[in-house]
């Protein structure tokens, strides 16, 4: 058996995906990428203000209108029209906050079903409204911001231009230092530049502060935190439930092993032996092939009990960590396996988790697969853990019912965690789980 471990790397990228919504990408502060996205915040908001117009031109006119003939059935579906064309216009502007940095969440629609009723569901879908209520609100904000986002980033090359295009205004203007008591063409021209480089230096804070309460005004419209706290409550209590049905699922099944496989085999040891006891005084050979025969059933049920200790958590698992207990694990098989983990933070129901993705992964590996080679990778990722179990063997490997890494898919979702096979028919296969790290050791 061949295994190789190769030391912990340090690859940690990416930003948390535990960051409260809406969620701001890292900034840098080069000139470049200032440049840049400043040049993204002044195309965001006269984007938002164009498709914040035409958003407010469709939707209006339709809520009046269909308010105007709710009292017939064919006012409530220009209702619905206009809650869709709202929901469309609000996955947009989702859009162009992403494009700047600032990704919402997108919540799910109801999907219409047959009958008068079902067609009708939207307008009982509490955030269908509030995208109406978002199109309106953001026509309203970009009449300002538009505006003052085009003046404030015209006035600072403008004025640093001024030197040269003031040539052409008539002879007897009167500037603002004129104004202010100070004429003549040189302080004129030097209270416009000046003027124009202030406008310069504070466009990006400007344009990013519109930006932001665009951001902020569609987080608190569009996101309905109510429904995705209960959501996010539905999603731990089912994933609790699975955990549990898990681990009873595998004490069963361990049990049941246990009582089919050795727990026969030491039975049938024992009357081997006692066996062997009457016969060796009066027929020795007997008695050794016996004991033989004894011999060889325990060394079987000493290989089941190892077989069947993969769904029990080793003591290496808990004293010397994930890596020592991955790379034993992987020394009892047959396949040559290289081991290559990081050094990650988990909980320990996250870290046993992880420990039994691997063992359920490479004992299917072992017995369906035909592997020449395997591998297994832990590497860290922003604030999850990525799990790899990579052979390649025949291929076909799945999380149906039936199959050996079924069971992995609840056990994960009591840690929070997340399984993808990706086995083709010839292989190879790809069993891939995440597991997010641990906040109060991370």
Not at 385 to 406: E, F, I, Q, S
Request: glycine share 10%; aromatic share 6%.
């Amino acid at each position: 058996m061949n295994i190789t471990a190769i030391g912990p790397t340090d690859d940690r990228f990416g930003a948390s995906p535990l960051e409260p919504e809406p969620q701001r990408q890292p900034v840098d502060d080069s000139l470049g990428n200032l440049v840049q996205r400043t040049g993204r915040h002044f195309g965001f908001v006269v984007g938002t203000f164009f498709v914040s117009l035409f958003g407010f031109l469709i939707c209006l006119p339709v809520f009046v209108v269909g308010t105007a003939l709710s009292w017939a059935v064919v006012g409530l579906f220009i209702l619905v029209g206009a809650l869709i064309v709202a929901g469309g216009f609000a996955r947009f502007h989702r859009s162009l906050l992403a494009n700047v940095g600032y990704d919402l969440h997108r919540p799910i629609y109801p999907v219409g079903a047959p009958g008068l009723r079902g067609r009708l569901r939207r307008l009982g879908h509490a955030q269908s409204w509030r995208d109406l209520l978002h199109v309106l609100l953001t026509f309203v904000i970009s009449l300002v911001t538009f505006p003052l986002a085009v003046a404030w980033t015209a006035a600072g090359p403008g004025g640093l231009t001024y030197w040269f295009w003031s040539r052409y205004l008539p002879d007897q203007r009167q500037g603002l230092a004129h104004l202010l008591g100070f004429p003549g063409m040189l302080v004129d021209v030097a209270t416009n530049t000046a003027i124009g480089a202030a406008f310069l230096v504070t466009t990006p804070y400007l344009l990013h502060g519109l930006v932001a309460l665009h951001a902020g005004i569609a987080h608190g419209v569009l996101v309905d935190q109510k429904s995705e706290l209960r959501q996010q409550v539905s999603d731990l209590t089912y994933s609790r439930a699975a955990a549990g049905d898990a681990e009873l699922h595998t004490l069963r099944k361990l049990e049941r092993d246990l009582h089919d496989g050795p727990q026969q085999r030491l039975v049938r040891l024992g009357m081997d032996i006692t066996s062997a006891q009457r016969r060796l005084a009066t027929d020795p050979n007997r008695a050794n092939d016996i004991l033989d025969e004894a011999f060889r059933q325990s060394q079987e049920a000493l290989a089941e009990i190892r077989t069947l200790s993969r769904g029990i958590a080793p003591p290496i698992l808990t004293e010397q960590g994930l890596r020592a207990a991955i790379t034993a694990l992987a020394s009892r098989g047959t396949v040559p396996t290289t081991v290559d983990v990081t050094p990650a933070q988990l909980s320990e129901a996250a870290q046993n988790a992880a420990y039994f993705v691997i063992a359920e992964s490479l004992a299917n590996m072992e017995k369906h697969s035909g592997a020449q080679e395997c591998s297994v990778e832990v590497r860290v990722r922003g604030a999850v853990v990525v799990l790899t179990v990579t052979d390649d063997g025949v291929g076909g490997a799945a999380v149906a019912k039936g199959h050996g890494l079924a069971g992995l898919v609840d056990r994960l979702s009591g840690v929070d965690g997340t399984l993808t096979v990706t086995s083709p028919q010839g292989g190879p296969t790809r069993v891939t789980a995440t597991l997010p790290v641990s906040l109060s050791d991370a």
